[in-house]
């Protein structure tokens, strides 16, 4: 079992950044890829980053790339989004989740976190 917790969430204006945070525990942080998704309400949860299991290669959405960078400490057992210009359209809950191979595809997570709200508004 892999237990997650985001955090980092919050109001912030259109063209501005957030850092989220998903501390991790259980079972051994390394041996997961990790992923980024996001549900806007009346929307399906979507794909936004993932990274390796060692950090080695990292995908992203096209409405995020260039926008977003995920990255992770297997040391403090933690995966980050970075994001940037941020826009109205990027208000979401966002998720962190752990996968066995590096995927943007939901069903091949097996672990979620609960979600940490991002708004983006004047």
């Known amino acids: 079992q892999v237990h997650l917790v985001e955090s980092g969430g919050g109001l912030v204006q259109p063209g501005g950044s957030l850092r989220l945070s998903c501390a991790t525990s259980?079972?051994?942080?390394?041996?997961?890829?990790m992923g980024w998704f996001r549900q806007a309400p009346g929307k399906e949860r979507e794909f936004v980053a993932a990274v390796t299991s060692i950090g080695g290669g990292t995908a992203y959405a096209s409405s995020v790339k260039g926008r977003f960078t995920i990255a992770r400490d297997n040391a403090k057992n933690t995966v980050y989004l970075q994001l940037t210009s941020l826009k109205p359209e990027d208000t979401a809950v966002y998720y962190c989740?752990?996968?066995?191979?590096?995927?943007?595809?939901?069903?091949?997570?097996?672990?979620w976190g609960q979600g940490t709200q991002v708004t983006v508004s004047s």
């Open positions: 989740a752990a996968s066995g191979i590096l995927s943007t595809t939901r069903d091949r997570y097996d672990y």
């Open positions: 259980g079972r051994t942080f390394s041996n997961y890829a």
